[in-house]
């Protein structure tokens, strides 16, 4: 396929359909657009009528066109920093985990740390947690950082240890945990803020390892169809790099960044306020409460049901928590939270709800909640943001950990869209598979790749394809303050779209899992074309 013109002639799609998510108009044969704006959507006769003589036009009759998709929670930097650094996902045990570290490629150092990122003891045989000790075999003199696949955990090595200080006499620091033996000794895992000690030590990486990342990072977006990320939690450092792109028109893609709210570049994001480019913004930050439930890290009302003698961590003590979201809030800033578990959401969602509405608070994974606090969304005006492939990667463990009565209202998407409340869905990558195709088979199914279990898990929580693209598309807009410019191909609107083999909405959701996106336009320009 050549490469759409861009400039001055319109430009026409015809395809088998399009899907608009206009209410209408919900389906379409074509699609024109000129200067990156949406020019006519409808019937092909009429949508090249008001095309004119001269357009440049393209036909895709095995094919419908779609509105961009949207990654409402993700990690930019993270994503171009995990495919350069080890790959530990998708291992079945601690010894092939090492054996992946053990043949790290020269990019995964940084400084003299050897890093890795994605291993998920939950996978490995009798799900137990990893030791320094198999580190220590393989690298007995370099430090090891190897995070785990939700970034709340880290296995390092004893070299690690030894720079950061971490002795058996280490106390747990506030809302972090040094996993011990027997003996008290640190075994070499490290859940939460317990990380701080070690990745204070690692040197921070170099401009052109940022740069290389960052673009690695987006190009692999636009290959997968996502027209915009909202990055949840940026750093300074980052947000500059992408401002300097963002002026010579270089980002490919959206970006809706949060500021992180709780690293070192707070307060110089809370002075500089919020900020809007050609391509990106930053109206949002970022807050952390709480830790992940596959490392016991998220904060539950009960212990958990397969450890009694945890109930989880609170980053942040409530009364702090208010007043950060209260400072940002005051400064015109949406406040995005990362809460997982049903304790955590009590404390956010009733903080969020004493702030101002019109700034569409957020609470990004709400992934485990009580009945009561179901309905809050909706009254407090909160957005939730979930991220579909949680639930399908959680479901083999997380009914142990919360047992049957908490698992109810468990990445409860269903429950809460059925109140009223806007539903923005992500992946949280590179925790999960960026590809939102993905996201959308499993908000349609609640299976994994091979359609286990039947019927989905919690299959009361399964949506019809419509809310599944809906999450992805006009819910993805609204949690940006873009209803009125994105989420649709409607006139007027920004020309955001895909071209894609697979209708996400009528075609059987296995469909998905193998679909690979044919063309991602942004801002009427094709930024990805398959070969």
């Not at 999960?432 to 989905?456: H, M, V």
Request: aromatic share 6%.
């Amino acid at each position: 396929m050549k490469r759409v013109p861009d400039g001055e002639r319109t430009i026409v799609f015809v395809a088998k359909r399009v899907r608009t998510m206009d209410a209408a108009r919900p389906t379409a044969e074509a699609i024109a657009w000129r200067h990156g704006k949406i020019l006519a959507v409808g019937g092909r006769s009429e949508v090249l009528q008001a095309a004119g003589p001269g357009a440049a036009i393209e036909e895709f009759p095995n094919s419908v066109i779609v509105p961009g998709l949207v990654d409402a929670h993700a990690h930019l930097a993270s994503l171009g920093r995990s495919l350069s650094i080890v790959s530990l996902l998708e291992n079945t045990s601690e010894a092939q985990a090492v054996e992946r570290v053990k043949a790290a490629p020269a990019s995964a150092h940084q400084g003299e740390w050897l890093m890795g990122r994605g291993w998920d003891q939950n996978d490995w045989a009798g799900q137990r947690w990893p030791t320094r000790a198999s580190l220590d075999a393989v690298h007995p003199k370099t430090p090891v950082f190897l995070v785990r696949i939700d970034g709340h955990a880290a296995w390092v090595n004893s070299e690690a240890l030894r720079r950061a200080g971490i002795t058996a006499a280490t106390e747990d620091p506030p809302g972090g945990r040094i996993l011990r033996d027997e003996q008290g000794e640190p075994t070499g895992v490290l859940i939460d803020n317990a990380m701080d000690a070690v990745t204070a030590k690692i040197p921070a990486p170099t401009d052109t390892e940022v740069q290389l990342r960052l673009k690695v990072a987006l190009e692999t977006c636009a290959r997968l169809g996502l027209t915009q990320v909202h990055d949840a939690g940026m750093d300074l450092r980052t947000f500059r790099q992408l401002q300097q792109w963002d002026m010579v028109r270089g980002l490919p893609v959206r970006l809706y960044a949060m500021a992180d709210g709780q690293g070192e570049d707070a307060e110089q994001f809370l002075g500089l306020g919020t900020f809007s480019g050609r391509h990106l913004e930053m109206k949002a930050v970022k807050l952390v409460i709480d830790g992940a439930l596959g490392s016991r890290g998220a904060a539950l009302h009960a212990p958990y049901s397969d450890e009694p003698s945890q109930q989880g961590l609170l980053l942040l003590t409530p009364q702090d928590f208010e007043q950060r979201a209260r400072e940002f809030a005051e400064r015109g800033f949406q406040v995005a939270v990362h809460a997982i578990g049903d304790r955590a959401n009590s404390v956010v969602i009733e903080a969020l709800g004493k702030l101002d509405p019109k700034l569409r608070h957020r609470v990004e994974h709400a992934q485990v909640l009580i009945a009561d606090d179901v309905p809050k969304f909706a009254k407090y005006g909160l957005i939730a943001s979930f991220q579909p492939t949680h639930a399908t990667s959680d479901m083999p463990w997380a009914p142990a950990r919360l047992g049957v009565e908490r698992t109810r209202f468990a990445y409860a998407w269903k429950s809460v869209l059925d109140t009223g409340a806007h539903v923005a869905f992500g992946s949280d990558f590179p925790v999960e598979d960026p590809n939102p195709l993905l996201g959308l088979y499993a908000a349609r199914t609640r299976q994994d790749g091979k359609g286990s279990p039947p019927g989905g898990f919690m299959p009361e929580q399964v949506l019809t394809g419509d809310e599944a693209l809906a999450g992805f598309t006009t819910g993805a807009a609204w949690a940006a303050f873009a209803e009125e410019r994105r989420g649709k191909l409607a006139v007027g609107f920004d020309a955001d779209l895909l071209v894609l083999p697979v209708d996400p909405v009528s075609d059987s959701p296995s469909a998905l899992a193998g679909a690979k996106v044919q063309i991602t336009v942004v801002d009427g320009v094709d930024v990805y074309r398959a070969p």
